[in-house]
């Protein structure tokens, strides 16, 4: 049987994610088909269609599903779950936010933040903060499921030629209502999607230290901004920096790490990055266990010289 993508989306374009979540369903089927449900999503449903590999797009439009709230985005997926074998979406916050809604009401378990799919009901997927690798077999007959965006290299966004097919949107109990959202506005990439990234840690002392020392660095890279949950937890900057378990997962060209000691927790949510520069006082660090690059030094030196020598 065929895979289900639930796209995801601004109503305008698609998220980064939704290629690598594609990637991942093709290797569960052949025959993919992507989801985008939203309100005046016609551009994303567009975007979706040029997708490598997509056998068809179905769109369904309406008013409540503006904002993705997961009742009305669970009614729609559940409407059309009975043509699918598998049903994936990112494992974002939309993602983690609906699916396991769409798992409780089929009544199976959730495959939660895969990283290989091994065979169309086996899969892999990291435990105890990424030190081990569980494989984990599912007998369920609709295996629902969300993907680490990182463990998939994404697909190409154009060279397909599926049809959008329009449906009308399934009823749904309205029992939420979407009632704002605050959003931090930043010139800067997104740090998901980001394919350079400075983070400072707990070592930097202070967040004036961190705009100080770490910013810089990123203005001349053109690099997002991370931190550890030691340097949130302190507050220097805010949560939505945050890389690691109880983060965000990233996996970009580059990662500089600065003052960061490298708890398990932040290691799992950085050490698919393809090449890590880590710099630190302390030799023993655990970061350096992951690093390409490592630099024993003081932090308040050697990244403003760093700086300089970029230029």
């Known amino acids: 049987m065929a ?41 994303a449903a567009a975007a979706a269609a040029q997708i490598a590999g997509v056998r068809k797009v179905i769109q369904v439009d309406a008013p409540g599903l503006a904002d993705q709230l997961a009742e009305p985005l669970a009614a729609q997926i559940l409407a059309i779950a009975s043509s699918y074998s598998h049903l994936l979406a990112p494992a974002t916050a939309n993602g983690k936010n609906v ?15 895969i990283t290989k799919v091994v065979s169309a009901d086996t ?10 690798i569980a494989t984990v077999q599912s007998g369920d007959p609709v295996k629902v499921i969300t993907v680490r965006t990182t463990g998939f290299d994404p697909v190409a966004a154009s060279g397909g030629s599926a049809a959008v097919e329009k449906q009308a949107a399934a009823d749904s109990a309205g029992k939420s209502a979407f009632v704002g959202r605050e959003l931090t506005k930043s010139d800067r990439p997104e ?41 949130v937890d302190a507050g220097y900057v805010p949560n939505d920096y945050q890389v690691g378990q109880t983060g965000k997962i ?32 302390d030799p023993e660090a655990p970061i350096f266990g992951v690093a390409d690059y490592g630099l024993v030094a003081d932090l308040n030196t050697a990244v403003p010289e760093l700086t300089k020598a970029l230029g």
């Open 191 to 231: 740090l998901t999607a980001a394919k350079i990234i400075v983070s400072g840690g707990r070592g930097l002392g202070s967040g004036e230290k961190y705009q100080e020392i770490i910013t810089p660095l990123a203005d001349k890279l053109g690099a997002a901004l991370g931190a550890s949950r030691a340097a």
């Open 250 to 281: 990233v996996a970009p060209q580059l990662y500089v790490a600065v003052g960061i000691s490298g708890a398990i927790q932040h290691l799992a949510g950085m050490k698919d990055s393809k090449v890590i520069v880590a710099i630190n006082k």
């Open 123 to 132: 899969f892999e997927r990291p435990i105890y903060a990424g030190n081990a």
């Open 99 to 113: 699916m396991p809604r769409v798992a409780a009401k089929l009544d199976v378990a959730q495959l939660s933040d």
């Open 3 to 43: 895979a289900l993508v639930i796209a995801e989306h601004d109503n305008l374009s698609l998220k980064a994610a939704t290629f690598n979540t594609v990637a991942a369903a093709l290797q569960c089927s052949p025959d993919v088909d992507v989801l985008v449900a939203g309100s005046g999503a016609d551009a």
